[in-house]
């Protein structure tokens, strides 16, 4: 559904600058974004309720998508349909999940289904169907440099705007007080696959694009699929479903030393809280990057239904036909070196890190399921770098309200969302993160709190708070009074 009119009850917007048009100095924007994923169009959602802001958001593809190519028909959203846009900042927004399913006259189904986790496909709609309602969302914008105007106190931003061709069609400028930077991830191929990856007409692509070449995948002979993540788990159980019985063909290599379920109890999830983000960004950066890599089952698991699902599969299989399923899956290996030795034929080299053995393995398509990695930036703020303070490992600084640290001579800020795991943790890229982090930016931004948000979102008291030198008299650190805080939030 597309409609310009915004849902009944929401107070007319002051319109961003047409796209195209420059805004004049003296009315700049108050904010520009740059991206349209899941986060800035929480951020673009969030910022519309607030009165008088002005904002303009800007992505260079034209129209939303998110992940087109892992769209796959079942797979599930890891988070509860509450972590949507707006919900968990402002229950009562318009451009919630279930204000939503309100407009498709699906609410009571969605009811009575009592789905917690829905479909990433849905998911994928819903927003789409934000973007398509919220005004100063400007899709087939480039944006090509940002500067700062020091006369003038403000960001210069130019763009391309591109045509539904494709082409560039015109150049624009923008100018904004602040400035956020939502451009998301981009797939992650390991350097031995990359030549491989990178050649045309050669069977081996990331997860990103499965969907695309399902088709061909579903009737090639052998297939490999490469990752022990989430994304693995559901290329190789679509992959296991649908092709022939006893004639599988699928291997499923992993780096880890198993297939690992994600962290997903009561107490564990805590660390995806408000509290725990916190906690992590106050840390010695040195104990944050040692931290983090310990952390990957928090994140880089797979669901516990989704192993079900695969193992229900493998064992219906072994029943139909008698013995055992033409699949493979072998953790612990690493993919050393690849290569083609023929037209249809590619030899992955393997080595199976407890062992400390090397194999060979033949197949006729590779599909990696290796993760993401930050997009980078450095183009784009090629004029700001001289102004942005870097940690020890020269990665931006980036303060607790998600702001890269400037240089003083730059009044503005310029935010960022999903770009700061090595400061606020795991939680980084989670969508249940995601309102929290707008309303904790819109809130720097305004003299008011926009949002208030809750002081204590955790049961887990993450650290210690320091004693005074004279409050014990023993010098020993004192946990916080629970009870109080527990308390002020409940009133």
Known sequence: MSTAQPPTGIP???????PGAASPLETPLDLAGVGIGPFNLSLAALAHRVPGLRTAFYDQRPAFQWHPGLLIEGATIQVPFLADLVTLADPASPWSFLSYLKAQERLFPFYIAERFHIERAE????????????????????????????????FEIDFTRIGTDGEAEALGRTHARHLVLGVGTEPYVPEPLRP?????????????????HRERLLTTGQVTVVGSGQSGAEVFLDLLRHRPLGAEGLQWLARTPAFTPMEYSKLGLEQFSPDYTRYFHGLPEPVRDQLLPRQWQL?????????DAIHQELYRRAQLTGGWPGAVLTPGVTVRTAGRIAAARLELHLEHTQQGTRSRHTTEAVILATGYRERRVDTLLAALDPYIRRDSSERPRIDAQHRLVLDPMIKGSVYVQNAERHSHGVGTPDLGLAAWRSAVILNSMTAEPAYPLPSRTAFTTFGLQPSGPCATGVGLPQLPDQRDRLARTRT
């Open 12 to 18: 007319a917007p002051t319109p961003g600058p047409p």
């Open 123 to 154: 998911y994928d709609a819903y927003c789409r169907w934000v973007s398509e309602q919220l005004p100063g969302l400007h899709f087939g914008h480039q944006i090509d440099a940002v500067r700062w105007d020091h006369a003038h106190g403000v």
């Open 196 to 212: 491989l990856a990178e050649a045309p007409n050669v069977p081996v692509l990331h997860a990103a694009d499965y969907l695309e």
């Open 299 to 307: 994140y880089k698991g797979i669901a516990h239904e989704t192993i």
